[in-house]
């Protein structure tokens, strides 16, 4: 069964190497990949000593044990990882608040925490007395949640800069089991300076000793390599006697791990109604500046969250140097700050550095003169964006690709919001069902 795997991300790398460890001949799995180097959005990059993740600080954590211990067991084992203890704050004007946001109300400033404190229980009493089903529209579940002070105070500005879109465009769907939720009584305390906490299910996650996030997928990829044609991209898809010509190249099965967003323009001859709905999907990019630093110290912190307009157009700062020894050199330190844009829009001009670091340096995360340089990289699919058409787009793309036999796989392979463990796991599932399906026909 000659299968072609599109994408050598995460999830393409192991699904080939679940296949065949599963019994699938080696020769028979070919990875096709644009880059000159495998990874995808789990790749890193080393400038003058410094290591940083292209795609934003990744960590990993997993509640799927097994998936967890196979990534490890991959990249070196046990003690190719060091275990960190989360430490994430938010930075609100010049205060360190805890997260979650709403289990740190006791470290903002007394009328900030009065308006906080009143609308998350004027929301959770008015949930209590009209039992109201979570609002579609994001802007106003957050009020129904949290209500009007944290929403004024934090999840409005930080998630307007993470979104790029008015609130109201975005469908609350995406928030359940992600955004955190707070008993009443853990807010009560928090906000009177006893400390609760929230989030606990990941409050220590693991990272690479050597080499940044991309050990992981190197250790992946390393027995795959040979399957991997790099700097390949896949430029069309066209329907064969009984499988798919990729590149002009027959084989008898394809999953795609490549955006939703970007088939139409591969695939040849799609119908207008499929292509349609692909083209409509909304995403975010990314772009990622490494800052090295040079000092030796860095607060013991994991990453921090910045919500306000003042301290610039970077969302969230990773305290990249604190996840492993060697990503700084000795001495030096390194912080790598997140920027978002609508997807298929221009990345933000030269200017972007400047507003970076006075954004920093106005909230007091670092001072101009410790930066040594900057570095950048700029990955076009990096967050799906749950609109309000996301659903229909969506289920309108994946059944008319099961009805080709392309099969979709990954983050934006399926567009979904999947971090690198849930993408192990759901290469795991698919590799199961070829190779019962191979063992069958
Ligand atoms: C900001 C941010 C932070 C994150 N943090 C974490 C975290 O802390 N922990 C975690 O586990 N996960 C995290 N994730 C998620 C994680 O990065 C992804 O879930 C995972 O890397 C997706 O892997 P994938 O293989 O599905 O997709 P990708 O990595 O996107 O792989 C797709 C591959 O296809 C290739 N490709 C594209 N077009 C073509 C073409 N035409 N022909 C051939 N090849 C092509 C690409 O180059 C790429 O290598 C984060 C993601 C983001 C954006």
Redesign the pocket.
Known sequence: MKTAI?????????LARFLIEGGLAKGDVSL????PA??????SKTVDGFTY?V????????KDLAAMNWIKACAGGERAFVKRNRNTKIRFADRWVHYPFENGLGDLPQQANFDCLKGYVTAWHRRQVDGSAAPAAFDAWVRWRFGEGIARHFMDPYNEKVWKRPLAQLSSDWVAGRVPDAPVDDVLRSSIGIRTEGYTHQAS?FYPSHGG?QAI?DGIGASVLERVRLS????DLVRGASGWRVNGEEFDRVVS???LT?LPG?VKHMPRAPAEAMAALEYNS?T?LLVALDRAEHPDLSWIYLPHAEQGPTN?VTYMSNYAPGLAPVGKSSLLC?VTHPGGQPYPGAELEREVIEGLEAAGVLQAREVLFTDRTS?R???VVFDHGYGARRRTALEWLETVEITP?????RFEY??????VIKARELAGRLLAQARAG
Do not use: K, M, W
Request: with cysteine.
């Open positions: 599109l994408g050598a991300g995460i999830s393409g790398l192991a096709f990949e644009a880059a495998i990874g995808g959005l789990c790749a993740d795609t934003g600080g990744h960590i990993l954590y997993s996650f996030f997928t390949t991209p896949v430029r791990t490549l955006a970007d591969i990314i990622c969230r997140e990955t699919h990096a967050y796989l990954g983050r934006f392979g999947d971090n690198s463990d849930q993408c």
